[in-house]
Every structure is written in structure tokens, then in C-alpha cells.
């Protein structure tokens, strides 16, 4: 079995049965043995340092005083785990703890289970934040489960909604022999290129939007499309569900609208991937370069 892709498996039970029980809830975050994520504008607290590490504070009702949305997250080794978020604040709060900063840029430094935690502390507060209306009837909506579920203020309504991932395809495409398919982006990094990737579209199979996103933007027709390993991306709500493929020809049709340049790239080069501003692999925690590294090391 594959190890487990960066943010994935991070050991959380989410104990569901638990999320309908509001006493049993409340004791809890009312108890210090509850540890809590702050979150402050869709940052996690980090502690600053040359190994950062994220900041998770022992619960008490000081501190859940300032908290506008609190989830409860699971258990990590048998104690419970809340998300609390605390975006009111003006300035952020809780400094003494360490600095709020971006998992899009911190979370590669982190230990395994740290950013996976972190990372679900953060999709977790930021899907309230983006839920606080009903989408039916436009009324207010209020927490339930735990923070699980909203549900609509309106009683001719009622409208319940529950947190939705977006699924979408990445996908290492191979020539067959020594080479591999890298596009960048305009707006990236200078030189840092990545695997073809785009959302899941309404009905299509996960094998027709890796075929349609990779002929869209390179203009490459593909077959022997194969399952790799997925990876929570909460940025705010993906899913990246990782796939292999083969170019059935190698010429490339670049679709500048949506890609600055994309281009063929042998083992070699990879392997002495200079990592300046000409070229550059994908940031570490991400499964692009998981699945960059697998077809290196010759994965399935
Ligand atoms: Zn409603």
C-alpha cells in the first residue's frame, strides 16, 4: 500500500455518533482535557521557529468566549479536538501563542499529523463562513451537529446543508518511454511547474474530466487512464484525486488561455531539476509532486 499523500490520514476519528450529542459537547468544550484549533481569517496559528510548529490551546471558556463558529473536529488519541474561529477579531488575537499564517505557505513545513489536523481545522471554519445564508430561500442559517450541518432559520423551509468537498482530477500524463507532461500557470511562482489539473464537471465520470482537462489545456489525447492516491486539498474545499495516464501521440496544442506553456520533460531532467527560477518542481506537500516522484521511482 502506497504511504498516505501529504494532509491525508492524519489519525483524526471524527466520531460522527458523538456530533449530535450537544451535552456531551458542551461538557467537553466546557473541560480543559478539549484542545482547541484557533483559526483567524482562514490562517492557523503557528509557532514560529526554524521546525514551525502549529499552535493547538487547551479549551477554557475565556478563550471560547472570543470564538464566533466552533466545530467539533474529533478525537487524537482519545481527546476531543474543536476548530474555533475567531475572525471577529480586528487584529488577531491569541499572539502570545504565535503568529496566524497560510497553510498554502507554512503547511509543507509541518509534521504529518500536524497539517492534516490544521488544515481540516481551517476547511472546517471556513465552510461556515461561507454558509451563513440559505440557498434556497436566502434566511439566515444556524450551526447544528456539532458544526456538521447548517440548517435554515426559516420554518416553511428548513433547508438543511452539509459541507461539500470539489472533486478534481490531477494527472501525471507519460509519453509511454522517458517523459512527462508539466504545464505551469501564469500566475505561479516563477519556474514552478506542475501536473495537468482541473474540477470534476456535472456528468462526467473521474476518467472523462482527466481525458477533457488534459486535451483542453495541452491538446493531448490520452488512454490507459489509471486511479493513484487522492489528497485533501481545503483550499477552501478540494479533493485531488491523482491519476496516471498515457499520451497516445506526444504533439502538444497549448492552450494559452489557460496555461502559460506546457511541455514534454525527461527523467534527466527531473532528476536534475535545478529548482530556481527557470524550473522548478511542485512544493512538496502537494500531490503533484507525489505523483511526479512516483512515476520517477518507476510507482504504479
Ligand atoms: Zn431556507
Not at 432559520?153 to 461539500?164: G, W
Request: glycine share 8%; aromatic share 8%.
Amino acid at each position: 500500500m502506497k504511504s498516505p499523500n501529504f494532509y491525508a490520514s492524519g489519525g483524526v476519528d471524527r466520531a460522527a455518533h458523538l456530533r449530535s450529542d450537544d451535552a456531551w459537547v458542551a461538557d467537553q468544550l466546557g473541560s480543559r482535557d478539549a484542545r482547541i484549533v484557533p483559526i483567524w481569517r482562514t490562517r492557523n496559528l503557528i509557532r514560529p521557529g526554524s521546525t514551525p510548529e502549529g499552535v493547538v490551546l487547551e479549551s477554557s471558556r475565556g478563550l471560547l468566549m472570543g470564538a464566533d463558529t466552533v466545530v467539533f473536529l474529533g478525537l487524537l488519541d482519545d481527546i476531543p479536538h474543536f476548530a474555533a474561529d475567531f475572525s471577529g477579531y480586528e487584529e488577531p488575537p491569541l499572539v502570545e501563542h504565535g503568529q496566524f499564517r497560510d497553510m498554502r505557505g507554512v503547511g509543507q513545513l509541518l509534521p504529518h499529523q500536524e497539517g492534516a489536523l490544521l488544515v481540516y481545522a481551517r476547511a472546517a471554519i471556513q465552510w461556515h463562513a461561507r454558509h451563513r445564508f440559505c440557498g434556497a430561500c436566502g434566511s439566515p442559517t444556524e450551526i447544528r451537529e456539532a458544526g456538521h450541518m447548517r440548517q435554515c432559520t426559516n420554518p416553511d423551509c428548513n433547508a438543511q446543508f452539509f459541507p461539500r468537498l470539489d472533486p478534481a482530477v490531477i494527472m501525471v500524463v507519460h509519453d509511454g518511454g522517458d517523459r512527462i507532461l508539466l504545464g505551469r500557470q501564469r500566475n505561479w511562482p516563477p519556474g514552478q511547474h506542475s501536473v495537468l489539473a482541473g474540477f470534476v464537471e456535472s456528468g462526467e465520470s473521474l476518467e472523462d474530466a482527466v481525458a477533457r482537462e488534459v486535451f483542453e489545456e495541452a491538446g493531448v489525447r490520452i488512454t490507459d487512464i489509471h486511479y493513484h492516491s487522492s489528497q485533501p486539498w481545503p483550499f477552501p474545499s478540494s479533493i485531488m484525486l491523482g491519476f496516471t495516464a498515457r499520451a497516445v501521440d506526444s504533439n502538444l496544442n497549448v492552450n494559452r488561455e489557460e496555461l502559460e506553456d506546457a511541455a514534454w520533460f525527461t527523467r534527466d531532467q527531473l532528476l536534475n531539476s535545478p529548482e530556481n527560477e527557470v524550473f522548478r518542481l511542485p512544493r512538496r506537500d502537494s500531490i503533484s509532486r507525489r505523483l511526479i516522484e512516483g512515476w520517477m521511482r518507476g510507482e504504479d
